[in-house]
């Protein structure tokens, strides 16, 4: 297992989300977690990032062998942890390539090779139908929606992390900017990493093998399925598997 999450309950100002919640990911899986609004997949993901908003009354949350419960944002990060975020922020006066650079940096430790890395960035960025000019804006500032959801993509592509959450990446995205991004995370994807993604527009699944479907509803998971689940799930809505 990459991530097990064991009973989880967290509260926020008080109010308990989450309750006795359970989820395995394992290596090289994709895992998607749909829910109607106000279920807690969005308090679920922000947990797992170490979110200090939400408080995790009991339970625990373990990844790649250790356990991340309490620990710091900027660790679980080290650890291979990445949080696409639905409503990516715009960061002026530190441009995309240097905060890429500065994150690859922070995350592993390592110095980046500059000449290699611009290269890599530049590539990833067409892969994209990114303008690469892109590159020395200030981060996601007057970028489009679509154009900050592909800026995420490419941290992602840029990190590799070993756990990529998606939290509903695809929201506002036109036909066209869905298929790219699809593809980025088609890229991003092999038998050594996971995925977790949360998204109501399936359209962005039709690149990827789903191997476990969730549905999640009032604090816990109370559906686990194959692929077959989200077709239900499309065709039947969440009513039917409230418990």
Excluded: C, W
Aim: glycine share 10%; hydrophobic share 35%; proline share 3%.
């Amino acid at each position: 297992m990459l991530l097990e999450i064991k009973n989880l309950g967290v509260s926020v100002d008080g109010k308990t989300i989450l309750s006795g919640l359970n989820l395995n990911i394992g290596k090289g899986e994709t895992h998607v977690l749909m829910g109607p609004n106000g279920a807690g997949k969005s308090t679920l993901v922000n947990t797992v990032m170490g979110h200090p908003q939400y408080k995790v009354d009991k339970g625990s949350i373990t990844f790649d062998g250790k356990d991340i419960t309490h620990i710091p944002v900027d660790e679980r990060a080290k650890a291979g942890l990445f949080l696409s975020f639905q409503n990516p922020e715009e960061v002026p006066g530190i441009t995309l390539e240097s905060f890429m650079r500065y994150s690859r940096n922070a995350v592993t430790g390592k110095p980046v090779k500059l000449f290699a890395y611009k290269k890599e960035l530049k590539d990833k960025m067409e892969g994209l139908s990114m303008d690469t000019s892109y590159a020395s804006r200030y981060l996601n500032v007057g970028f489009s929606g679509g154009e900050k959801k592909k800026s995420e993509i490419l941290q992602m592509l840029m990190l590799n992390p070993k756990l990529a959450i998606l939290d509903e990446t695809d929201s506002g995205l036109d036909v066209d900017a869905v298929k790219v991004v699809s593809k980025g995370v088609e890229k991003y994807k092999n038998s050594d990493n996971s995925l977790l993604i949360i998204t109501h527009n399936t359209k962005i699944l039709e690149y990827l093998h789903v191997d476990y479907a969730h549905v999640l509803m009032d604090g816990k998971i109370v559906k686990t399925g194959d692929s077959s689940l989200i077709d239900y799930i499309n065709k039947s809505g969440f009513q039917q598997l409230a418990v």
